[in-house]
Structures are given as C-alpha cells and as structure tokens.
C-alpha cells in the first residue's frame, strides 16, 4: 500500500511537469508571457530546492510524516491557482507554490524509502519511483495537448485535474506515515543538522539562482546593471551550495560529494533540451500541440527501459552513470538536428528514446549509491542534496536557455538558432558528467 501511494505522489508531480511543458508556448501565449517561458519552469524548480533543505532537516530531526504532508498540500494549493491565473506574476507565483510542495514531497519520500523498506528492496523501490515517471510521460504530454483544445478553460483544466488525485495517495500513504511518526533516528550533529545555519543556505541559493537568472536574462537589454546581478547571484548561489551539499562536493571529491553532483549533471543536461522541445517543433516545424508532445511522450519509453534494466543489474556504479551520460549526450546531439531545414521534426523522438534511457539508467544509480554511501543520521540531508542539485541543474540551464531565445528572438528562424545554441550547452555538461563519472567511486 505505501508502495502505491509513492508511485501516486511521484505520478501526479511528474505530471504535472511533463503536462506543463506540453501546454507552457499556449500559456505563454495566453497570459502574454513568452518572455517568460524560461522562468515559468525555473520559479517551480528554485522554489522546490528551498524546500528540499527545509523537508531534508525536517525528516532527520522529527522523522518524514510532517514534511511530506505539507508538500503535498503546498502542491494541491500550487495546482489550483495555477488553474486560476489570469496573468503571467499570478501564474509564476503559482508555479512557485507547486515548487515549494514537490520539493518538500519528493525529499520526505526519499527518506520514507530509506526508513520503511529494507536495504537489499531499497533498488527496487529507488526504480519504482522513477518508473513512475514513465505512464505521466508517455500519455502527459499528449493529455495535455488535447486537454489544452477544450474550451473554454483549456490548459486550465490539466492544473485543476490533477487536484482531486491528491486524496486518494494521502490514504494509500497513512500506514507509512503512521510508521514514520513513531520511528525517529537520532538527528545528526554536523554543520548540515543546524536549522538556522541550513535556512540560510537554502535562502541563499534559491535567490542567488533566482538572481543569476534575472541577470542573465537581462545581459541583453541591459549590461552593466545586469552583470553586476549576475555576480552577485552567482557569489550567494557558491555561498549557499558550500554549506547545502556533502563537503568536497564544489571540489569534485571523490565519493559521496561527486555522486550528488552526478544528479545535476544529469538534470541540467536533460531537462534544459527538454523544456524547449515542444517550443521549437511548434514553431520552427509548425507541429500542433499533440504532435509536439509525442518527442517528449516517447522519451518514457526508454526511461521505463533505463530504470528497469538498472534494478537487474549489478557492477560498479560509476560505469552506470558513464553510460547514462553518454546517451543524453549522443540523444541531445541528435535532437538538436530537428530543426535544421529539410531534417524532420520527427528526429526528435528516437533521440529522447535515448536521453530518456540514460536519465532512468542514471538517476536511479545515483540515488541508490547516495543513500549507500550515507550514514542513516544524513539521509534526509543526502536526500535534499540530492534534490538541490536535480532541481538547481534544471532550473539555471531552462532559465539560461530562456534567456538565450529572449536574446536571439522569437521569430521561427531565430528560435531554431537558439534551440541549437541551447542544445550544445546541454550535450557539453552531459559529456562532462561522463567524464566525472569515475570520482564517485
């Protein structure tokens, strides 16, 4: 039952985020708000890494119950107003409570796991939970873009639908949480287990993140004022992540540190060509909106691949995460071929097939070595590390790549140049992770 109820939760959040990015160039154009199309994914994905800290400390001081509860009222609450919004501030507000939600969500069930199942199952359910973003999206997006075809609310229904499933994956959860309320490790006692010293980290990076974004989504209008913003978010995103991850992580140590990086790499890499797909297939290759959803859609094919064949599989971890960067970064290299002239859109789908592979081939292995490689006294802090380098990679590589289609333009032509620009980047850190893969021995 515990196990339904996580693959529920993990369901509707990937939903969620698989759906958002079906329907995002309709909202954008909707709410008046394409130069904002970046920033509508990252104000979720900061907001969601300020709470990871939060929920993180929270579950190894009081136990999971109380944090993963919150989250997923925080990410009802988020759903509905983002259903509601009748303008661009109004939506990314909303965006940014689902944030909070997710986060606080996602880290508490990390830590459920590492609480409730024994080690030797602790593979399989790590597997389970990234399979379960393998039904959200193979038939998200494609609900999404149909959903989004109805009037008269139109996307606005794919928000408020997903409200109602809430209560069913709170009651499939109760004898988890009943559990988790009367099981508590001791807390930790190093610099990661101070509430205050951890608060202000996290503050520190979401809005050293959220200010390196504005910065650099300005270095095109107005430089000076804007590099000075970038500097300075850059400097409290450093001071922030130094206190936030394992120590030695900024140093690449070899290990526990580098293993949480390897998430971000992964997620940056992945996600920042992702957000974009459905951009440029709309409006370079003209697809609709349901067409523009099956790349992303098929991506969930090699995911479920991925994830399947790595909780069969044994041998040595970074071998794993080596493989699994190499295929984002053959998949992001490929992909970015959809929008060349006389190269079809449809290049797109075999290309994340593969990316998706590598993510489920990827991220599990992480997770699982992490947690290995974790005293049970810092899983939850572990865990939130984790979450933070997932969420923080996705959200500077999706605001910096939409800061990079404000700067080239919003023109049919322009869009596919910033799409390869973006797509470069990408397979740039993904080849970086393959590289870094042997340090997490």
Not at 117 to 128: G, M
Not at 180 to 206: D, K, N, V
Not at 266 to 287: E, H, R, T, W, Y
Not at 410 to 424: D, E, K, N, P
Request: hydrophobic fraction near 55%; charged fraction near 10%.
């Amino acid at each position: 039952m515990a196990t339904l109820g996580i693959l529920l939760v993990v369901t509707l959040i990937a939903f969620e985020g698989m759906s958002v990015g079906a329907v995002m160039p309709q909202i954008s154009e909707d709410l008046n708000a394409l130069n904002l199309y970046g920033l509508s994914f990252s104000a979720f994905l900061i907001a969601s890494l300020s709470m990871n800290v939060v929920a993180g400390l929270w579950a190894d001081r009081r136990g999971y119950p109380v944090p993963f509860l919150a989250g997923v009222v925080l990410f009802a609450l988020g759903m509905a107003l983002a259903g509601a919004a009748s303008s661009a501030t109004m939506f990314l507000v909303a965006r940014a409570v689902q944030g909070f939600g997710g986060g606080a969500a996602i880290v508490a069930l990390f830590v459920m796991i590492a609480r409730v199942y024994p080690v030797d199952v602790r593979p399989k359910a790590f597997a389970a939970v990234s399979a379960a973003w393998v039904v959200p999206a193979m038939i998200g997006p494609s609900i999404a873009g149909t959903v989004g075809q109805i009037e008269p609310l139109g996307w606005r229904y794919v928000f408020y639908g997903i409200v109602p499933l809430v209560v069913p994956a709170l009651a499939m959860l109760v004898p988890a949480l009943r559990m988790g309320a009367a099981t508590r490790s001791e807390p930790g006692t190093g610099p990661r287990s101070r509430p205050g010293a951890m608060a202000l980290a996290a503050a520190a990076t979401a809005g050293g993140a959220g200010l390196l974004l504005h910065g650099v989504d300005r270095l095109h209008v107005q430089l000076p004022s804007a590099i000075a913003e970038t500097a300075a978010g850059l400097a409290f995103l450093i001071y922030g992540l130094y206190r936030l991850l394992p120590p030695g992580s900024l140093r690449l140590e070899r290990g526990l540190p580098t293993t949480v990086l390897m998430r971000g790499f992964f997620s940056a890499s992945f996600f920042g060509v992702n957000a974009f797909i459905p951009l440029a297939l709309q409006d370079v290759k003209s697809f609709g909106i349901t067409e523009a959803s099956i790349a992303l859609t098929t991506g969930a094919l090699g995911w479920s691949a991925g994830s399947f064949l790595q909780s069969r599989r044994t041998g040595e971890a970074h071998k794993r995460m080596r493989l699994s960067a190499g295929c984002i970064t053959v998949a992001i290299l490929v992909c970015m071929l959809c929008v060349l002239p006389g190269v079809s859109g449809w290049i797109a789908v075999p290309a994340w097939i593969l990316a998706g592979f590598g993510m489920g081939f990827g991220m599990t292995t992480v997770s699982i070595t992490a947690m290995k490689q974790s005293p049970v006294e810092e899983q939850g802090a572990n865990s939130a590390s984790l979450s933070v380098t997932d969420q923080l990679g996705s959200a500077l590589t999706i605001g910096i790549g939409g800061a990079l289609v404000n700067a080239i333009g919003h023109s049919s032509s322009q869009i596919a140049t910033a799409f390869l620009v973006i797509s470069v980047l990408m397979a740039v850190i993904a080849f970086s992770g393959a590289l870094l893969a042997f340090r997490t021995r």
